[in-house]
């Protein structure tokens, strides 16, 4: 009788781990803060998502969300392409890139703050939390 309730308690505990190796838990999120300089009315960029694998081939993009938008200005996405030289291992790569460009109205003059998510393909996420100061022409804030 021992014998048995040993082994249906060692059954039960294996049970338990495999249901958990199934169903990992989701990585934390990283959050990153930065700051952008930008001129009133003028497409200013915020932020390039690029994916390369070791083999110097392209990856799935990340997909981006507007989590929080910006107050006053206006977040774009655009498709692109990337060229670079002496990235990680690569010597000389083109890869596709999702850009992202902040605008604010011609008459803002301040700082705006909005937050992008992106989710990289094999779970990570990534909060960036951006601040745009726009400056006037003559580099003063009102």
Do not use: W
Not at 66 to 92: D, E, F, Q
Not at 104 to 121: Q, W
Request: net charge positive; proline share 9%; charged share 20%.
């Amino acid at each position: 009788m021992r014998k048995l309730l040993v082994t249906a308690v060692l059954a039960g505990s294996f049970g338990l781990h495999a249901a958990a190796a199934q169903n990992p838990p989701a990585p934390e999120a990283q959050t990153v803060e930065r700051t952008v300089k930008a001129q009133p009315n003028k497409d200013t960029q915020i932020g390039l998502y690029i994916n390369v694998r070791p083999d110097c081939t392209s990856g799935p993009l990340p997909t981006i969300r507007l989590a929080t938008s910006p107050t006053s200005g206006k977040v774009v996405v655009k498709p692109g392409k990337v060229k670079a030289t002496n990235y990680k291992a690569c010597l000389a790569l083109e890869v596709p890139a999702y850009v992202a460009f902040y605008k604010s109205p011609p008459d803002f003059v301040g700082d705006d703050t909005l937050t992008i998510e992106v989710k990289y393909p094999g779970g990570r996420t990534e909060i960036q939390k951006i601040t745009v100061n726009v400056t006037g022409a003559g580099g003063q804030k009102i």
